[in-house]
């Protein structure tokens, strides 16, 4: 095997994702035969200060969603750049990648033309070294299969009708290993299912897989969730734990939480009491954006007030951004971050964050978008991290269940040195059983 790997060809694509909407797909060839393919995944509950993904805007194709300006940018400026380039070297292509853009929040050439290139150069070198991608990014200690988050109830942006609440997720921490954890979640679905239909409420289901029931409250979902826990034969909190993604930035309008289905009007100390009865009530680990993404002194209070008992997660509020983190850290934001591998737009920057995270005893959600693809390379960052946690929506829908799959491969490839992170994944709180 060389100890070297140049680039001598990169080609992109405009394909779709799970929503039907255009998305960059690109390939890396190596001189040594070797490919490497990504497709780049969309968000629709988005972060003010993502990066930001190019869209075409002509309105006579894709309403305005084509990327074609991206793929472009891929095929031509990109491709130039980084021909002969070492792919085994991916700070430094990320670093190429960053300086050729120029921008802050790469829309010159848009991040998703960028992560396209990043992740598939990941791809590409992991084969020519023979490596699985998790190996090549993390090394030889990558052993921790995640304790799986499955997103089975959607609401907010993913789901016209449901509840205000974006995510209800189940989260089988106390399984043996994750195929038994993938096993647990998917029985507590189906269970889910036979509950939402006594309820005689729909049991379609929204973007990420979930059920979208036309439920009075948003705590009648808890009470949903609990039952189908206890259906499918578990015990809520030792089996499964529930977490929670409110993404609360989506229902933040002129100065209140405006909670819909609940006829709720709240301020911020109000939106941490309603949130604290919660978790007073029910077996929750994990609260993903509970406040706007706007509410830095919001969040220091509410990981002050409740992070001992649920981990407080940043999504919006982080973006996978280290600007944005390091603030969190000054100021007692959160003690968990969300890592979304298109909202900073490389790979490089990506691993950085999160190892600034767990640097500062943050825990690590690595998380799928809402608009998602076949592409599992998430299921390799999170078992490349060691970081216990990961989101990928519900256990159904093929584009959800590749990521999941992807887990149980690499839990056979490791064998005996696989360890399933559960309840260790939360070790940052106190857990009351
Ligand atoms: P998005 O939602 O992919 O639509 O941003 C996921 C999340 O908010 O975690
Ligand atoms: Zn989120």
Redesign the pocket.
Known sequence: MSSRALITGIVADEVLDSRGNPTVKVRVVLDDGTTGETIV???????EFEAVELRDGDAARYCGKGVLKAVSNVNNEIALALRGQDVLDQRQIDQRLIALDGTESKSRLGANAILGVSLACARAAAQSQRLALFQFLGGADSHVLPVPMFNVLNGG??AADGPDV??FKIVPLGAPTFREAYRYGAETYHALRGVLAEMGTSTNVG?EGGFVPQLKSNLAAMDALTRAIERAGYRPGEDIAIGL?P?ASSFFTDGAYRLTRDRLSLSTQDMIGYWKSWVNAYPLVSL??PLADSDWSGFATITRELGARVQIVG??LFVTNRKFLKRGIEEGCCNSI?I?LNQIGTVTETLDTAHMAMAAGYTCLV?????ETSDTSIADLAVALNCGQI?SGAPARGERVAKYNRLLEIENMLGAAAVFAGRHAFSNLRLST
Do not use: F, M, Y
């Open positions: 995944p969309s968000g629709a509950s988005t972060g942006k993913h974006q995510e973007d993604d993404a993903e954006d999504d919006d969300l979304k998380s799928h978008r809402s608009g989101k």
